[in-house]
């Protein structure tokens, strides 16, 4: 008995799994490129950036008084990617709508589907380029100990000197200004622990 109980409820996850085998209507296709347009946001940002927020130590260099700099937050990735869902070129072949509890659904991309990610990609990196970085991010920035460190360093000072000839800095220009901060000091942690295993 219980091994048909265990079989039915087998058969049962297969059946609410593969409901997206089927013809998918217009709408369902619209949805799941919504779907997977959020999944290539984050693929982006994951991929592109070593770091999307610091938490920095501000002027005074009190370790516990932490500052957070987050240049792209939750709604400016959801607006940005409203902006570029349509650059996620999507069929219903594409497409395998998932059911899983009671209610939830949600879409992925068939093993077969081939879709190109490089026009999504570069719409989101556009729209990075055009928006500025809020002034409070920016003055969180550039007032804590840990910017005015890395600005002692001559290649980063390059970097920095690079963003600022048209007098703005960008989203793009911020992430990229994180990302450097944070491998900077990713090296330095790396090298500290050496040190440290090196004098045991």
């Known amino acids: 008995m ?18 997206g085998c089927m013809g998918l209507s217009e709408e369902e296709v619209k949805e799941g490129r919504y779907y997977i347009s959020k999944q290539f ?20 260099n009190v370790p516990d008084d932490k500052l957070m700099i987050e240049p792209v937050r939750f709604d400016m990735k959801k607006h940005i990617r409203s902006k570029c869902e349509e650059k996620v070129v999507v069929t219903k072949h594409d497409l395998e709508k998932v059911k899983f509890g009671l209610r939830g659904i949600t879409y992925m991309l068939t093993e077969e589907a081939n879709v190109d990610r490089t026009p999504f990609y570069q ?4 729209q990075l380029k055009t928006i500025d970085l809020d002034n409070e991010n920016l003055q969180n920035l550039v007032q804590s100990s840990d910017y005015q460190d890395m600005k002692k360093q001559p290649e980063f ?32 942690d790396k090298a500290q622990y050496q040190t440290t295993i090196n004098n045991l």
């Open 157 to 188: 000072e390059k970097e920095i000197q690079e963003i600022k000839k048209d007098g703005r800095v960008t989203l793009y220009e911020a992430l990229a200004i994180l990302s450097s901060m944070h491998k900077y000091s990713s090296a330095v």
């Open 2 to 19: 219980k091994a048909k109980i265990f079989k039915f409820a087998a058969l049962s996850s297969v059946v609410l799994l593969m409901t």
């Open 123 to 126: 719409c989101i990196e556009n």
């Open 41 to 60: 946001s984050e693929e982006y940002y994951d991929h592109k950036y070593s770091s999307m927020q610091r938490a920095v130590t501000p002027p005074g």
